[in-house]
DNA sequence: CGGCGTTTTGAGAGAGCTCAACATCGGTGG
DNA sequence: CCACCGATGTTGAGCTCTCTCAAAACGCCG
């Protein structure tokens, strides 16, 4: 889904395929920073282990994220990298990229605009999870998740999935789809969910 | 705090100051997009209305932040921004901030390097989110924002604001600090707190 | 058919929210 | 100088909602 123009083919064809064993390091906080990273499969996650040895994950990156985007304008990466599960994962080298740039201006506006959209999409998370309550949480992914009809919203991936995203328990995210559902404010079908009406306040 | 390298001098002086009453539009959705912009006092909330006419809101914007970033490469805005409260804005014109990165390499790296760290802070503000328990919560703040002696974490704002960002209401917060504080984990002082040592799980 | 993961419903407990009261502090104006 | 006001900080008590644990139905695939 996320715009991927930036990776131009010469980025490509530089890339670095590296498969990961469950808790595996791909880098460590202080390495020399080799590029940024795409998760091809399994999950890796980023952390930081304070002086008292615990760790405090920073952030679970699965397949088609990429992470360390930070580590192009800096020589060394800020964080530790490390498999959590088997994982097969690109590395993008930070010369063939900032090559790239240099040559492209398109392909860095690209790159910097993917950015900017991410940035916007996280905030968005952020905001979604200010909401207390299940039944408006769940609306608010729906009002900003509808397709082109404004009606329908897509399933990519289960419902627990989903669950996850919104920061509920899989039961939570039954129930409350259970409850919109009997009060004639959605319809699941296959796939996807159709929005019915607006929600009674 | 957040890098500002990217604002060069050009960029300031093109910059357009605006005042805003409560409840006045900045921009909205499908408008001409006139640049970033920066807040400066007051909050701005991104907001996008659905066909019934309920609006949702994507983020709330207070001082210091900047807003529209993604605009710069879209020729209209995405959303409405609407002042929450009274405000004052910078607007950063679109024409000389591109102007700008076209002369100045360095400026426009800034930028994308600023975009590529706010990234990585909001999937942690995310992370922490999934966070159910209080405790590990503010643990989880504590342990990613300490000083440069890994003990000290500098308030910034009132508690309020911090309950806030952490997701918990102030009364929570208050409780949850008293324990830690009477459990000997942290020491509230002027202006900021102490880690004492690590929690006991 | 058997096993695994998802989906679904039930019952109970606990954590944080809500409402409420009060203390504290800084500013403001009479 | 003091009374007043608003915002922050603090603690209490009760309640609601979600989490947790459990169990079962369902669908898919080998």
Redesign the interface.
Do not use: I
């Given at each position: 889904m996320p715009d991927q123009s930036w990776l131009t083919p010469a980025i490509r064809r530089a890339a670095i395929a590296r498969t990961l064993t469950t808790g595996e390091p791909l880098f460590r906080l202080g390495d020399k920073s080799a590029g940024l990273c795409e998760i091809v499969s399994g999950r890796v996650r980023?952390a930081?282990v304070?002086?008292?040895g615990?760790e405090?994950?920073?952030?679970?990156a699965g397949p088609g994220e990429t992470i360390a985007?930070?580590s192009?304008?800096?020589p060394h990466y800020?964080c530790d990298a490390i498999a959590s599960t088997h994982a097969v994962v690109r590395i993008y080298p930070k010369a063939a990229i900032l090559a790239a740039f240099e040559a492209d201006r398109k392909a860095?506006?690209a790159?910097?605009?993917m950015?900017?959209?991410?940035?916007?999409d996280?905030?968005?998370?952020?905001?979604r999870?200010?909401i207390r309550s299940a039944r408006e949480r769940v609306r608010?992914y729906f009002?900003?998740n509808?397709g082109a009809d404004?009606r329908t919203v897509g399933l990519h991936g289960t419902l627990k999935d989903l669950a996850n995203e919104l920061?509920l328990t899989h039961e939570a995210l039954y129930r409350t789809l259970a409850v919109l559902e009997r009060s004639g404010e959605i319809r699941k079908e296959e796939g996807h969910i159709v929005l019915l009406?607006?929600?009674k306040i």
């Open positions: 980023l930081r304070d002086r008292t615990h405090t994950v920073l952030h679970v985007e930070a192009l304008f800096s800020q860095a506006q790159f910097t605009a950015l900017a959209h991410q940035v916007m996280l905030r968005t998370r952020v905001e999870r200010n608010h009002a900003l509808t404004g920061g009406r607006a929600p």
